[in-house]
């Protein structure tokens, strides 16, 4: 072993090890607390389309990483299961605008309702002043990762 090897890891370098642990946690907490009949792909459409209604196919791609193809074959899927409206475009016939119905927007209340539940569970046997830490630190990280998202997606495409 070398000296380098006792030294501690940054306190960065820490907190993104024991966030990204905490995350691979609430993944097998919220599995218990199932998102039937949706997959983990189409759950990210459905939160996509819940923050950004009337895109199109392609915008909705680019913001999947994926292609059109494949991300029309997921919304294929939402549709039939009644969670996704595509209605054509009234500026231009070929395009496509997609929508969360009301049917999409009760699954992810409900599934929000589960999860919630899930992580009261645990958070009721923690005491009460890590909590309160918890919650600071977890305030502070929504707000400067929703600015880097604000931020990237105002250098990339733009909604068509």
């Known amino acids: 072993m070398t000296v380098t090897s ?20 609430l993944e097998v907490l919220w599995g218990r ?5 949706v997959s983990a792909s189409q759950l990210r459409v459905l939160l996509i389309l819940e923050h950004h209604d009337d895109i199109n196919l392609r915008t909705l791609a680019d913001g999947l990483a994926s292609t059109p193809p ?4 997921l919304c294929d899927r939402l549709q039939a299961a009644g969670f996704v409206e595509r209605v054509v475009s009234p500026t ?22 589960r999860r919630e539940e ?9 005491p009460a002043a890590h909590r309160g830490a ?8 929504c707000d ?3 600015a880097r998202i604000h931020d990237a997606q105002g250098s990339g495409s733009q909604t068509a």
């Open 92 to 113: 231009d016939r070929r395009e496509v605008r997609l929508h969360l119905s009301s049917r999409g927007r009760e699954f992810l209340v409900d599934l929000r309702a």
């Open 134 to 141: 918890l919650l600071r630190g977890l305030e502070a990280f």
């Open 144 to 146: 400067v990762a929703a």
């Open 70 to 73: 494949s991300t029309s074959r």
């Open 118 to 126: 899930a992580l009261r569970a645990v958070l009721d046997q923690m």
């Open 6 to 25: 006792f030294r501690p890891r940054s306190e960065p370098d820490e907190v993104a090890r024991v966030t990204s642990t905490a995350a691979e946690l």
């Open 33 to 37: 607390a199932s998102t039937m009949p």
